[in-house]
């Protein structure tokens, strides 16, 4: 089991078959084989039950056994898993990306219908595997700023460094709406509102795709289909509190909550809905007919293909193997991805047809909607990526549009005449905290890695350093020791991704509390600056600050948040509303003033003129 390397990739172009060439420099479209389908019903018609069953398999490349299973097996899909990135693992370049998925492309092009690959990445908030792409604030900041179009700028960005990546699918937007801000995912969505959500989701579907399924696209993803950020606090099994767990908000609730987001992406023409690993009801959604077929397939009219979330098949009830992928498939989930076993769930789908459990329309119907998406992007006559777009990955444009996004996403909680900051003058600013000079707690989570990392990671402009920036040859001096006339605190969470996330409180930390205290004791006026996923109890830093800013994740471009600091202005807007305590629930009951009382700033709290 090995990720093939950039030789790798040239390799397997020079022995495909006499049909390719070697890979060209940066820059370069290369060709490749075309498919001997002329369209998708060609295709289908053509296929037998096996290379169906392969269509209906997506395989994360760390466990792909053989090069050879690909075409062999017919293989419809692939992904770099969180951890996985590319051939040289979580800093791989954006070119050595696209080496690597041209190789499996040409490999999964041998197969006997040459039918291409769709290739899946976590780009949620940039192209966040790859070395030096522009990574933008989480959702939940860019749920502050209430502005779809910014929204589909910063998607078309992520789109091009996805494409010059290599990569056509993304697993973005998404659709969750945070109920509960203790939950790990909490930062994956934009807002507590529906209608935010909705609006920015299907902002996100366009500019990921466009306005229908081309040449150009990206597909993106709705998910997680349905309900995933209502999931009951303590209903979760194993180590999760809250992640994975299940809904329990009646139908009425659901629907107009948890659903609506989903109509407008259907809208909007999204080409992939990924089922949620959550139940509702008790019943896991992989499994509910109802749900899938009934009400995304029937009611909303869906017309692209459903993938099951990442080895979550496996989680269905069932005797084995066989049982669970006949459940999901009868339910109307049309591709399985899979870690290990891509070869079982194969076997799975072949068997259950054979058997009786599966009907083989069914079968035909899954393979008939993923092989539509990939004749409307294309794939059918050009499976590889275009490398005029690799070298764009990472340029000043793309951080351009990042920063402004930061800018824009920042949410002053108070300010008590401290902000904006004088841009010139002889005065000295003192700087502390666990995240003032750490690109890594910047960031967050799923980014260069499923549970994020500390440090420099990738290539990015951290507080510190923008700070630094802002004040060169104004007069102002920046320190991170001693006392000052002004001190910035910078701190709070460090990164996680999913059930790694759930927590019990909502506390700030004893580290932070400390560092924070540190640096007001050492100045005239401080500034607290916030990196977290969701909202924490502040209530105490509130009364040492002259000022306290949400700055959420914001990605790599710290400059955003001195551009704001220093007067370009708050137009943030708190996406969910802030908990008073630390033992704080549900956000819709803060925000309601039931459970654990009136929230300390509503939903909506911000934009606060200076």
């Not at 989480?138 to 700028?153: C, F, S």
């Not at 807002?191 to 993106?220: C, F, I, N, Y």
């Not at 690993?277 to 899938?292: A, E, F, R, W």
């Not at 914001?554 to 630390?582: K, N, Y």
């Amino acid at each position: 089991m090995r990720v093939p390397s950039v030789f790798g990739a040239v390799l397997l172009a020079l022995v495909a078959g006499g049909c390719a060439g070697t890979p060209e420099p940066d820059g370069e479209r290369t060709t490749a084989p075309r498919s001997r389908c002329s369209d998708a019903d060609d295709c289908l018609e053509r296929m037998t039950l096996g290379e169906k069953a392969g269509q209906m398999i997506q395989l994360q490349n760390a466990f792909l056994e053989d090069e050879q299973d690909l075409g062999r097996l017919g293989i419809g899909a692939m992904l770099s898993g969180g951890d996985d990135g590319g051939p040289m693992g979580k800093r791989g370049t954006a070119a050595e990306w696209a080496g690597m998925v041209e190789g499996y492309q040409r490999a999964a092009m041998r197969s006997r219908l040459r039918i291409p690959l769709l290739y899946g990445a976590d780009a949620v908030h940039g192209m966040s595997g790859v070395k030096g792409a522009v990574i933008f604030p989480h959702r939940i900041g860019m749920g502050a700023t209430r502005d779809a179009g910014l929204v589909a700028r910063a998607e078309r960005v992520t789109r091009d460094e996805v494409l010059g990546s290599g990569v056509n699918w993304n697993f973005t937007p998404c659709l969750c709406v945070p109920r509960d801000v203790r939950w790990g995912r909490t930062y994956e969505g934009y807002a507590q509102d529906p209608a935010v959500v909705g609006k920015l989701g299907a902002a996100s579907v366009k500019a990921t795709q466009g306005e229908r399924l081309w040449r150009g696209s990206v597909l993106a993803t709705a998910k997680h289909f349905v309900g995933d950020g209502a999931t009951a606090y303590g209903s979760a099994e194993g180590d999760k509190i809250i992640d994975q767990g299940d809904v329990r908000v009646g139908e009425k609730e659901l629907r107009d909550v948890h659903l609506a987001p989903y109509r407008e992406a259907v809208e909007a023409g999204v080409g992939s809905v990924m089922a949620s690993y959550s139940s509702v009801d008790g019943v896991k959604t992989h499994g509910d007919k109802k749900l899938i077929s009934g009400v995304l397939k029937g009611e909303l009219g869906f017309k692209g293909f459903v993938v099951s979330d990442y080895d979550a098949v496996q989680q269905l009830p069932g005797n084995g193997l066989p049982e669970q992928v006949a459940r999901a498939v009868n339910a109307g989930i049309d591709m399985v991805m899979v870690s290990k076993d891509y070869r079982g769930v194969r076997d799975a789908i072949v068997g259950g047809v054979k058997d009786g459990s599966i009907p083989e329309k069914r079968v035909d119907d899954a393979v008939r909607r993923i092989l539509s998406v990939k004749e409307r992007m294309g794939l059918f006559e050009q499976p590889v990526a275009d490398r005029k777009l690799t070298r764009a990955v990472g340029s000043a444009g793309h951080r351009k549009v990042a920063r402004e996004a930061v800018r824009r996403s920042q949410v002053l909680l108070e300010n008590d005449g401290v902000l904006p900051l004088k841009k010139r003058g002889s005065y000295r600013i003192v700087v502390g905290g666990n995240g003032a000079d750490d690109l890594g707690r910047q960031l967050g989570g799923w980014s260069m890695g499923w549970q994020g990392g500390k440090g420099d990671t990738t290539e990015g402009t951290t507080f510190l350093e923008a700070l630094r920036k802002a004040t060169r040859g104004t007069g102002i001096e920046v320190v991170t020791k001693g006392r000052g006339d002004v001190g910035i605190w910078v701190g709070g969470e460090k990164p996680y991704a999913e059930w790694f996330g759930d927590a019990k409180d909502l506390s700030l930390g004893a580290e932070n509390e400390r560092d924070l205290a540190g640096v007001c004791e050492r100045a005239e006026k401080c500034v607290g600056v916030l990196y977290s996923g969701r909202p924490l109890a502040v209530g105490e830093q509130l009364k040492q600050t002259d000022a306290f800013v949400a700055s959420w994740l914001p990605g790599t471009e710290g400059q955003g948040i001195t551009d704001a600091l220093f007067g370009a202005g708050f137009s943030g807007r708190l996406p969910v509303a802030w908990p008073r305590t630390a033992a704080a629930g549900p956000v819709a009951q803060a925000q309601a003033g039931t459970g654990e009382g009136e929230p300390l700033f509503k939903y909506g709290h911000g934009r606060q003129p200076y």
